[in-house]
């Protein structure tokens, strides 16, 4: 499967200052650690350095502020999506240069 670089960008914003995203959703995912979980389980927040409160969730699995919400998109809690973004985002081997993102599961 792959995702266009534009698509994978867009979805990106929605992992800051998704507090009131993740209150909506049943179900998150983080493309750092790749997992998803129940909604509820995101009770860790910090800072986006957009406000003062604590609005970015952290990861209950990882820790890491790269959660997105279903309520933002089903699809972004997708399992080839959040690997598609951890390729994009977290992966040094990849290119910059390329328009789409290659879902590397077997």
Request: proline share 2%; hydrophobic share 30%; glycine share 4%.
């Amino acid at each position: 499967m792959t995702f266009a670089k534009e698509q994978l960008k867009a979805a990106h914003t929605h992992c800051s200052n998704n507090r009131q995203a993740i209150r909506k959703s049943t179900l998150c995912g983080c493309f750092y650690c790749q997992e998803t979980y129940p909604a509820d389980e995101v009770s860790k927040y910090t800072y986006s350095g957009r406000t003062d409160e604590k609005n970015d969730a952290l990861c209950p699995k990882c820790g890491i502020d790269s959660v997105l919400a279903d309520a933002d998109g089903a699809e972004l809690v997708n399992t080839a999506f959040l690997e598609a973004m951890y390729e994009l985002w977290f992966n040094t081997d990849s290119e910059d240069d390329d328009t789409t993102v290659l879902d590397k599961r077997r």
